[in-house]
C-alpha cells in the first residue's frame, strides 16, 4: 500500500529528500554544532517559516483541494499558540515564583504560591485573579492536549453550523473572517483572561532549561518543525491521493453532482476543516515558542489573508506548492521589511522598501491572479511536462 | 400711568443717590463695627449697605470677605488694596482710583468666619437684586452649585422685583428646590418634591437624592427613633463590615494571613514555632494552629476565625438611617425619585435608541456602495474599505487648500465621488473584468489592491491621524433634556444616509441606467442581445459603487480621525451588513445597518464598559443569524435568487 502510494507520488519522495537535506545543511551550520555558519536568529527565522509552511498545506488541502477559501484559519494556529503559552509562561513564572519564596523562613502555602504566580502573569492588566481557561496551566499534556482539542472543537462546531445551512464559496469566506475577527477582540480586551492585547510573552524560554543555550534550543525547535512538516505533509499527501480524497477535489469541482451521486458532502467539509484546523493548532503550538511573544495582533482577519495569499502565489492544489509559496514570501517579506533589500534612488525620490514592499507585494499578487493562477508550481508543472 | 411708575421710578433712584453719595461716608459711620466686626454687631452695616443699594457695594463686600480691604490707622479711611511685599496697592472703593504706598500706617481688616458668612449672604442678596442680568444669573449659579437654607428667604424676596422671565424661572426653579431640602412646612416641602417627580434634569435628581442621604449606622437593636432606610444584610461582605466594628471599637482586630505570617516569624524559637517545626507551617491551618498557640502563650493578640467574625456579626445590627428624621418626607421623597428614575429608564431608552440609529446610519453609508459591487454585480471588493479611506483623505486635502470649512466640505463630497468613482473605473477596467467567473479570486485579487493602497496612503500621509474638521454649524449637540442629546454630525450623517438611499433606489428603479443594471444582473446574455452593452454597465455600476464609498468616506471622516487603516475597520463589518441584510436589495443592506446598529448599541448597554465585547457579542450573533437565515433578512424569491 504505502509503495503503490509513493508510486503514484514521487513528488512526496523529491520534498521529503529535500527537506531532509535542507534541514541537515541548517544543522550542521548552526551555532549548536560549533559551525557557526547560521546566526540562531536566523535558525529562529527558518524554524518559524517551516511553521508556517505546515499552516500553508493545511491551507492549501481546504482551499486548493476542497474549495473552501477559509479566511480563518490562522484563528486557529493563534489557539495553538496561546494553549502552549499558557503553560511556557505559567510554569516559568512558578519556577521563578518558588526561588523568590524559597529564601523565607516559614515555607509558603500552595495559595500564596498560586496568587504569586497570578500576580506576575496577571499583574500587567490590573488582576491577580487566575481566569477559569488557566485551570489546567500547570500541566504541560493537559495544555497539549489543547493545542489539538480546542482548534479540532471550534472547527467542529464552526464548521458543523456553516456547513450544515449550506453557507457556501464568498459567504463562507466572509463567515470565517468574522470568527477570526470576533476572537481577536475577544482577546484584545483586558479582562478575556489572557492579558489583553500585552498577550503571553518570554515564550521562548523553556520552563527549567535555563542552562540550556537558545542556540541549543533553536536548533531542537527548528527540527521539530522540520519533522511536523514532513509528517504533515505525508499525512496530507496521503489524505488527498485516497478516495477520500477524490471526493474532496470533486465537491471542489462540482459540489452538487457530488451530492447527487449520493455522498454527504458536508461530512467531507467538515472533516477537511476540522482535520486543516488540527495541524494549523499544532503549527502555532511550534511558531510561538520560536517567536517568544504571541498576542491577538497576530490573528486579525488579514493574518490569514496573506495565509491565502502565500497558497496563491506558490500555487494551489499542490502541496508543495503551498510550501514553495509560505517560505518564499515570508523569507521575502522578512528580507524586505528587515532593511536587507538596498534601496532605490530615482533622483528625486528614494524608494525605500520598508515603506513600499507592502505595495509590491499587493501588486506582485494581483498579477499572479490575473496572469498566473496556478502560481509558482504551475512552473514546475511546465518544466515536468516539457522534460 | 405706566409713565406715572417710571418718572417714580426715576425720582426714587435720584433719591437714594442724593441720600448717600458714597460708600465711603457710609462706612465711616460705623467705622468701629467695619474695622473690628462680629457676627452680632456687623448686621447694622449690612442693614445700610443693603439701604444704600450703592453698585459698588458688591465690589466692597466681595474684597471684604477676601480679607483685601485695608484701613488707614490716621483718617480711619477703607481701601481695597493688593498686598505686594511692603508695598500696598490701594484702590478707592469709591472712584476705583490706584494708588501704590508702603504697608505701614495701614492695617487689613481680617472679618471672621461668621462675619463672612453674614458678607456672603448679603452679597447674594444684592446679586439677586443686581440689575445686570449676568450677575443675578452668576448668582443663581452659585446657589445651584452650593446650596442653603440661609438662601431661601432670598430668593422668594428677590422673586418680586425679578421681570427677565427666563431668570424669574430659573428663580422658581430654584426655590423649588431650596424648599423641598430646607422648607420649614412639611407640606410645603413634600409639595415640592411631588412637583419635582416629573423633573428628569441631573439638579432635580440631585436635591431628591440629598433629601435621601443616608448613613450607615451600628447599633445593638433596631432603634425606634431614627428614620430607618434599611436594615444591612451583613453576609454579603463579612471581612468589610467586620472591619466596620473594629474602626467602631466593638470587636477586636482581625488578624489577617500576612498578620499571622510576621508574628510567626518573629517567634522563630529554635527552628519551631509554637512547637510546630517550621517545615510543616506549609499549610494555613498549619499556621493559624502556630498562631493560635503563640496567642495561648500571651505573646500575640487572640486569633479571630471566621467563626469569631460571623457570631460577632451576628450581635449587631447594620442599618442606613436617613439623615433627615421624618418619614413622610423621605417617602416622598423615595416615590418622587422612583417616578423619576422610570422616566429616567425611558428617556435613556430613547437616547439609546438614537444612537442606535446614529450607528447605523454610519454602517449603512459604509455599506451602501458594496451593495451595489456586492448586492448587484457579486464583485467581492476587499479594497471598498480603501475607497472610503480615498475619499476621506481627498476631503483632508481639500481643506488644506479651502480653509472656509464649509465651501471645502461641498467641494470635497462631489470631488471625492470623482475620485473613487475613477478608481473604481480603473480597477474594474484593469483587474475585476478579467476574473467575473472566479470570484474568490476577485477577492484576493482586490486585497492586493487594498494592502497596496492602504501602504500608499501610509507613505504620503504618514501613520498618524489626520483631522478632517467639520464646519462650525455642525458642532455641538441637540440638547433635548439632560438625558437625552445627539450631536449634530450624527443628525447629519443620518440625513446623509436618507440621501443616499433616495438617490440609489431612484438610480436602479427609475432611471435607464438602472434598469440596464438590473438587466445585465439578471442575464447578462439576454441584456447584451437586446442591445445593453455589458462592459459598459459593469463599469458604470462599479464606478457607482464606488464613488458612493468615497463620499461615504468623507461623511464618516466628519466623525472618526482619518487614517489609513479606517477603512479596514469598516471592511468586515460592511459585508456583514450587506450579508445579513440580504444581497442584491438596497432595503436589505438598510435592515441590515440598522439590526447590526442598534444590536451593538443594545449589546453595549448590557456591558457598558467594554465595546470589544460588543462587537464580539455581535459578530456571533451574525454568524448564528446566518444558520438560520442564510439569505438575509431581505431574500430575493425566484429566479433572481439563483446563485
Given amino acids: 500500500m504505502k509503495n503503490t502510494f509513493i508510486a503514484r507520488n514521487p513528488s512526496v519522495l523529491w520534498f521529503l529528500a529535500a527537506l531532509g537535506l535542507f534541514t541537515a545543511l541548517v544543522t550542521i551550520a548552526s551555532e549548536a554544532t560549533g559551525a557557526g555558519l547560521i546566526s540562531t536568529s536566523f535558525v529562529k527565522t527558518l524554524g518559524k517559516t517551516l511553521c508556517l509552511c505546515l499552516i500553508a498545506i493545511a491551507m492549501d488541502v481546504v482551499w486548493g483541494y476542497c474549495g473552501i477559501l477559509s479566511l480563518g484559519h490562522f484563528a486557529f494556529f493563534g489557539i495553538g499558540g496561546y494553549s502552549i503559552g499558557m503553560w511556557l509562561m505559567y510554569a516559568r513564572t512558578e519556577i521563578i515564583v518558588t526561588e523568590s519564596l524559597a529564601g523565607r523562613t516559614i515555607p509558603a502555602t500552595p495559595q500564596e504560591v498560586s496568587d504569586a504566580i497570578g500576580n506576575q502573569i496577571f499583574g500587567v492588566v490590573g488582576s491577580s485573579e487566575f481566569p477559569l481557561i488557566w485551570a489546567f496551566a500547570d500541566s504541560f499534556w493537559m495544555q497539549m492536549a489543547f493545542v489539538i482539542l480546542i482548534p ?55 520552563p527549567g532549561m535555563d542552562d540550556v543555550s537558545q542556540a541549543t534550543v533553536s536548533l531542537a525547535f527548528f527540527l521539530a518543525s522540520a519533522a511536523a512538516l514532513a509528517l504533515g505533509y505525508l499525512l496530507f499527501a496521503w ?9 474532496i477535489q470533486a465537491i471542489r469541482d462540482d459540489e452538487a453532482r457530488v451530492r447527487f451521486l449520493g455522498y454527504h458532502v458536508e461530512s467531507y467539509k467538515l472533516f477537511v476543516f476540522t482535520i486543516t484546523a488540527i495541524i494549523a493548532g499544532i503549527a502555532g503550538a511550534l511558531y510561538y515558542p520560536q517567536a517568544g511573544i504571541i498576542n491577538p495582533a497576530e490573528i486579525a482577519p488579514i493574518a490569514s ?76 508543472d511546465k518544466l515536468v511536462r516539457k522534460s | 400711568m405706566r409713565r406715572l411708575f417710571l418718572s417714580l421710578a426715576w425720582l426714587m433712584a435720584f433719591a437714594t443717590s442724593a441720600f448717600a453719595q458714597d460708600l465711603q461716608s457710609i462706612l465711616q459711620t460705623h467705622a468701629e463695627e467695619v474695622a473690628k466686626p462680629s457676627r452680632n454687631s456687623v448686621g447694622v452695616v449690612m442693614d445700610d449697605l443693603v439701604a444704600s443699594g450703592l453698585p459698588q457695594t458688591t465690589a466692597f463686600l466681595e474684597q471684604w470677605a477676601e480679607r483685601n480691604i485695608w484701613q488707614n490707622d490716621e483718617t480711619g479711611s477703607f481701601f481695597i488694596g493688593i498686598e505686594d511685599g511692603d508695598d500696598l496697592t490701594l484702590t478707592d472703593i469709591d472712584s476705583g482710583e490706584e494708588t501704590s ?104 435628581r440631585a436635591v431628591l437624592n440629598q433629601i435621601l442621604a443616608t448613613e450607615v449606622k451600628i447599633a445593638d437593636a433596631l432603634p425606634q427613633d431614627d428614620n430607618v432606610a434599611d436594615v ?42 509554637g512547637g510546630i517545626p517550621l517545615a510543616q507551617l506549609n499549610s ?6 502556630a498562631y493560635v498557640e503563640l496567642a495561648a502563650a500571651g505573646t500575640v493578640p487572640p486569633l479571630v476565625t471566621a467563626d469569631d467574625v460571623t457570631a460577632t456579626l451576628d450581635d449587631f445590627y447594620f442599618y442606613s438611617a436617613y439623615d433627615e428624621p421624618d418619614a413622610a418626607i423621605t417617602d416622598a421623597a ?74 471645502s466640505l461641498l467641494i470635497a463630497l462631489p470631488l471625492a465621488f470623482a475620485v473613487t468613482f475613477g478608481a473604481g473605473v480603473a480597477m474594474e477596467r484593469l483587474v475585476i473584468r478579467h476574473l467575473y467567473h472566479r470570484p474568490l479570486e476577485t477577492l484576493l485579487a482586490t486585497f492586493g489592491i487594498s494592502i497596496a493602497l492602504q501602504q500608499i496612503a501610509k507613505n504620503i500621509f ?18 433635548i433634556s439632560d438625558v437625552i442629546q445627539i450631536s449634530y454630525i450624527r443628525i447629519a450623517i443620518f440625513v446623509l444616509a436618507l440621501i443616499f438611499l433616495c438617490v440609489l433606489l431612484y438610480i436602479l428603479k427609475r432611471t435607464r441606467l438602472g434598469l440596464e443594471v438590473r438587466a445585465v444582473t439578471q442575464n447578462p446574455g439576454m441584456a447584451a442581445s437586446m442591445g445593453i452593452n455589458p462592459d459598459r454597465i459593469n463599469m458604470m455600476t462599479f464606478g457607482l459603487g464606488s464613488g458612493i464609498a468615497g463620499v461615504a468616506g468623507v461623511s464618516i471622516g466628519l466623525y472618526a480621525q482619518v487614517t489609513s487603516e479606517m477603512g479596514a475597520n469598516y471592511i468586515v463589518q460592511s459585508f456583514m451588513t450587506v450579508v445579513v441584510g440580504g444581497v442584491g436589495s438596497v432595503f436589505g443592506t438598510l435592515a441590515g445597518a440598522g439590526l447590526i446598529g442598534f444590536l451593538q448599541k443594545g449589546i453595549e448597554w448590557l456591558n457598558p464598559s467594554n465595546t470589544l465585547a460588543a462587537q464580539t457579542y455581535m459578530i456571533l450573533f451574525i454568524i448564528l443569524f446566518i444558520q438560520f437565515r442564510p439569505k438575509g433578512i431581505v431574500a430575493l424569491k425566484g429566479r433572481a435568487a439563483a446563485d
Fill in chain 2, 101 to 204: 504706598v508702603s504697608a505701614d500706617g495701614y492695617s487689613q481688616l481680617r472679618p471672621n468666619g461668621g462675619v463672612r458668612r453674614v458678607i456672603g449672604t448679603a452679597l447674594v442678596q444684592f446679586q439677586l437684586s443686581d440689575p445686570d442680568p449676568e450677575r443675578r444669573l452668576s448668582a443663581l449659579e452659585s446657589i445651584g452649585r452650593r446650596a442653603d437654607a440661609s438662601q431661601l428667604p432670598l430668593l422668594i424676596a428677590s422673586l418680586e422685583g425679578e421681570d427677565d422671565a427666563a431668570i424669574r424661572a430659573r428663580k422658581e426653579q430654584l426655590i423649588n428646590f431650596l424648599t423641598a431640602r430646607f422648607g420649614e412646612n412639611t407640606d410645603d416641602r413634600i409639595a415640592a418634591i411631588n412637583s419635582l417627580s416629573k423633573d428628569t434634569s441631573v439638579e432635580a
Fill in chain 1, 152 to 206: 479540532g472543537l471550534l472547527a467542529l462546531v464552526f464548521g458543523w453550523l456553516a456547513f450544515r445551512s449550506r453557507v457556501t464559496g464568498v459567504y463562507l469566506s466572509i463567515l470565517t473572517q468574522a470568527m477570526t475577527l470576533a476572537l481577536a477582540l475577544y482577546l484584545f480586551q483586558n479582562d478575556s483572561g489572557l492579558r489583553g492585547n500585552n498577550g503571553l510573552s518570554g515564550l521562548q524560554n523553556l
Fill in chain 2, 284 to 289: 494555613e491551618d498549619a499556621r493559624n494552629a
Fill in chain 1, 239 to 247: 489524505i488527498t491521493d485516497s478516495k477520500l480524497g477524490n471526493i
Fill in chain 1, 305 to 380: 489573508i496573506y495565509l491565502a495569499v502565500w497558497v496563491a502565489i506558490g500555487g494551489r492544489g499542490r502541496l508543495y506548492g503551498a510550501v514553495l509559496g509560505a517560505a518564499f514570501v515570508s523569507l521575502l517579506s522578512s528580507w524586505f521589511t528587515g532593511g536587507g533589500a538596498p534601496n532605490i534612488n530615482l533622483g528625486f525620490y528614494t524608494v525605500q522598501w520598508v515603506d513600499w514592499w507592502l505595495v509590491l507585494l499587493g501588486l506582485s499578487f494581483v498579477l499572479v491572479t490575473l496572469y498566473a493562477p496556478k502560481g509558482i508550481g504551475g512552473l514546475f
Fill in chain 2, 334 to 407: 423615595r416615590a418622587a425619585l422612583d417616578s423619576v428614575e422610570t422616566r429616567v429608564g425611558w428617556s435613556q431608552f430613547l437616547d439609546l435608541s438614537l444612537d442606535g440609529l446614529s450607528l447605523a446610519s454610519i454602517y449603512f453609508l459604509a455599506a451602501i456602495g458594496l451593495a451595489i459591487t456586492f448586492g448587484q454585480m457579486g464583485v467581492i471588493n476587499m479594497a471598498h474599505g480603501e475607497f472610503i479611506m480615498m475619499g476621506a483623505y481627498t476631503g483632508y486635502v481639500v481643506q488644506l487648500f479651502v480653509p472656509d470649512y464649509t465651501i
Fill in chain 2, 232 to 273: 444591612i444584610n451583613t453576609l454579603s461582605d463579612h471581612t468589610a463590615y467586620y472591619a466596620q466594628l473594629v474602626d467602631a471599637d466593638l470587636a477586636p482586630a482581625m488578624v489577617s494571613s500576612g498578620d499571622v505570617l510576621a508574628a510567626l516569624e518573629a517567634n522563630v524559637v529554635e527552628g519551631r514555632v
Fill in chain 2, 462 to 479: 504618514g501613520t498618524q491621524a489626520r483631522p478632517l474638521t467639520s464646519p462650525e454649524w455642525l458642532s455641538g449637540a441637540l440638547v
